[in-house]
């Protein structure tokens, strides 16, 4: 949050100044910072979900219960994750939720188990799994 507000005001507001006549071009510059924002939010909320996926398999020791119910409900969601496309679609959109193919991922990976500080290892786990789904 405290980068977000540094660069509005130290860099995004004097770019916008400095083009003040060109009305269309800070309306753009703008649109762009929202949306950008706006998904990196999400993103990083898709962190905090994985986390609890994992939180809750610790608590209970079911990782595979876990896995065969979200299984069943994101159903829909798996097969359009089929795709490279639909991967990177499912990252990147306002959705807090990560992509489903991912959560069964680590669910079933049992990377958790001993695991005290869940929030980083799902920072680490998303960031590398969203970079891997576009460049691979």
């Not at 649109?31 to 610790?58: H, P, S």
């Amino acid at each position: 949050v405290a980068g977000e507000y540094l660069s509005r005001v130290y860099i995004i507001v004097p770019l916008m100044m400095s083009f003040i006549p060109t009305y269309g071009l800070v309306s753009l510059i703008a649109f762009l910072y929202v949306f950008a924002v706006i998904t990196g939010l999400f993103f990083l909320a898709k962190f905090f979900e994985t986390r609890a996926d994992m939180q809750a398999a610790q608590i209970l020791g079911r990782a595979d219960s876990l896995a065969r119910a979200l299984e069943k409900i994101g159903w829909k969601r798996l097969r359009v994750e089929r795709s490279k496309w639909g991967k990177i679609r499912a990252w990147l959109s306002w959705n807090p939720h990560p992509p489903v193919y991912f959560r069964l991922k680590v669910l079933r990976s049992g990377l958790w188990k001993n695991e005290r500080r869940l929030t980083l290892l799902a920072g680490k786990l998303c960031v590398a799994e969203f970079l891997n789904t576009l460049f691979k």
